[in-house]
């Protein structure tokens, strides 16, 4: 009896364990029995499936269909046949079945991965289904981004103006090569793929790649650029300016290469003139009678000085279109940067503050379905960003009339979060509806730039009741926006500079200073308006004007 007693205590225990380890499991866990068609959870499932709170009623696979929907990943409802333990029970064996998983409120959706199996006794009988589920939704939406990417990269890969090609290291042969690069040497595609590079190479040029070559094939050197002849198809030479940048693997080590090639033939055969009719000008002169010997003197000293400031003025006319190439990309990219910093930080806080609502138990899904489109909102935006700084930079864009109200109040809300983490007060007092014409989006980077300045100057100098005023309003025959702060206002001596290029206040880590310099131009060269700024008795008042 004692035996027997201590047999059982030993079984139940070790079901407790057994139950313990698989409720803290990583993967969700179904059990369908065969012959009750029961089902049993584990824990990490019932969260999923978001049904903790009614474990009782969720028994049943009827019940279960009455709660969620299934989908593919491409949209389209799965019929419940197909339903993973519909297909487990049947006997079907399931290898990372990956479904789009909603629950019929649509309050949420998640992407999970299925597993499955049936469990036979001996005889073959079937005893019971087992179910197993990840949460693959980061990984999917991570592999989308990716797929993005690439496709961006492939996009700029294939209408480059210059030449682009990618080498291996293996065998020196081209991966890829894109149509300007195959135009340049004459070859198809095909060609170019099945030729080493060292092939396409003048031979008296062959050293200036392989040393190099090797040392970025070793990891050494990252990048480097070289002016070489390459060898065309009928048989010419092709001069071109080759950077070549290393790739390097998730390991750290050589990947590939990327070769941009300019072609430079023009430049290297007016050099080569310039060089020709100089040699024939110093025979020429050489040739001269004695009787001319000192006039020869003299008109050798002028025509290298000539020949000299002619040479030093190309240089400088090319040093100066490639810094005003660079500069022009410079300052498209420090815009970029700088318009997409705020909305990351924004959505770092939307971030943290469903995480703190998660923790008090004020989580819901109307409150996340509420912050999933606010997170939404600042992805569009962010996405929007490189096309409106392209449009910003055309001549030819349109501008279009737009409902300034509207745009100002779905600006404030997208700041909505880190304003109400700094416990930020916002006040919109609208006397009139104004309509203006120009980018909406543009605009709204600008409201965007003004508000969170002034949320920096009311937290950098600790408010004890930060407020932000924005007023919308007529004055004569002007549409007029206001946004002021309590902060203090801006020093007399900096105020001239505040619309300078790269001036700023906050130090190299908080700001670039483009913010402002990029509003105004947005105001005054793409809109047509005024924007300056002024202290009031409180703080800064930052005024836009538009005519009519």
């Known amino acids: 009896m004692v035996e027997d007693q201590r ?36 824990r990490r499932a019932l969260e999923m499936y978001d049904f903790e709170e009614e474990l009782d009623a969720i028994k049943t696979f009827e019940r279960m269909v009455q709660k969620i929907e299934l989908r593919t990943l491409e949209g389209e409802l799965l019929p419940l046949e197909q339903w993973p333990i519909r297909r487990v029970m049947r ?6 079945v990956e479904l789009l998983v909603k629950n019929k409120e649509q309050t949420w959706q998640r992407i999970y991965s299925y597993r499955g199996a049936a469990i036979r006794d001996p005889q073959g009988k079937l005893q019971m289904g087992v179910l197993t589920l990840r949460d693959i939704t980061v990984k999917r939406h991570a592999q989308e981004a990716l797929r993005e990417s690439e496709e961006k990269f492939r996009a700029v890969f294939e209408q480059a103006a210059v030449g682009m090609g990618r080498v291996t290291f293996s065998d020196a042969r081209w991966i890829d090569v894109n149509e300007a690069f195959c135009n340049m040497l004459g070859y198809s595609r095909e060609e170019m793929l099945a030729t080493p590079w060292p092939e396409m190479t003048h031979p008296d040029d062959l050293d200036l790649d392989l040393i190099p070559f090797r040392n ?40 590939f290469e990327v070769a941009i090639v300019e072609d430079i033939t023009r430049r290297k055969e007016a050099e080569e003139a310039l ?61 970029i940067a700088h318009q997409w910093r705020q909305p990351l930080n924004v959505l770092g806080l939307l971030v943290q503050q469903m995480q703190l609502t998660y923790e008090v138990g ?21 996405s929007d960003t490189i096309t409106d700084f392209k449009d910003f930079l055309k001549e030819e864009k349109e501008p279009q009339p737009f409902n300034v109200n509207a745009a100002v109040a779905a600006t404030v809300t997208l700041l909505e979060a880190p304003l109400k983490a700094m416990r930020v007060e916002v006040r919109i007092e609208q006397t009139d ?22 949320r920096e100057a009311l937290n950098e100098r600790a408010v004890a009741t930060p407020q932000i005023s924005i007023r919308l309003f007529k004055d004569a025959s002007r549409s007029v926006v206001t946004v002021t702060d309590n902060a203090g206002g801006i020093a007399e001596e900096i105020m001239p500079r505040m619309f300078e290029p790269y001036f700023t206040t906050k130090g190299p880590d908080k700001g670039t200073g483009i913010g402002l310099y990029m509003s105004k131009n947005i105001i ?15 703080g800064a008042e930052f005024r836009i004007e538009f005519s009519g």
């Open 275 to 335: 060089r020709r009719a100089k040699d024939e000008l110093e025979l020429r002169v050489r040739e001269r009678t004695a009787e001319l010997e000192q006039a020869y003197v003299a008109l050798q000293r002028e025509t290298d000085q000539r020949l000299a400031a002619v040479e030093d003025l190309r240089e400088k006319e090319q040093l100066l279109m490639r810094q005003s190439r660079l500069a022009a990309m410079g300052e498209m990219l420090g815009n």
């Open 7 to 42: 047999t059982r205590e030993a079984l139940l225990q070790s079901e407790e364990k057994l139950r313990d380890i698989i409720d803290n499991m990583a993967e969700g866990l179904i059990v369908i029995d065969a012959e009750t068609a029961g089902l049993y959870w584990n």
């Open 524 to 538: 005054e060269k793409s809109m047509g308006g005024r924007l300056y700024v002024r202290n009031t008795g409180e």
């Open 216 to 255: 970025m094939a070793s990891g050494e050197l990252d990048s480097y650029s070289v002016e070489k002849r390459f060898l065309h198809k009928a048989g010419r030479h092709v001069w071109a300016r080759l950077t070549l940048s290393l790739v390097r693997d998730l390991r750290g080590g050589p990947d």
């Open 433 to 454: 509806e104004l309509v203006v014409t120009g980018h909406r989006n543009e605009f709204s980077h600008v409201i965007m730039n003004l508000v969170n300045n002034a």
């Open 362 to 382: 004020n989580f819901s899904g109307e409150f996340l379905k509420g912050e999933v489109a606010k997170v939404m909102d600042l992805i569009r935006h962010m």
């Open 91 to 96: 006997g079907e064996e399931l290898h990372d």
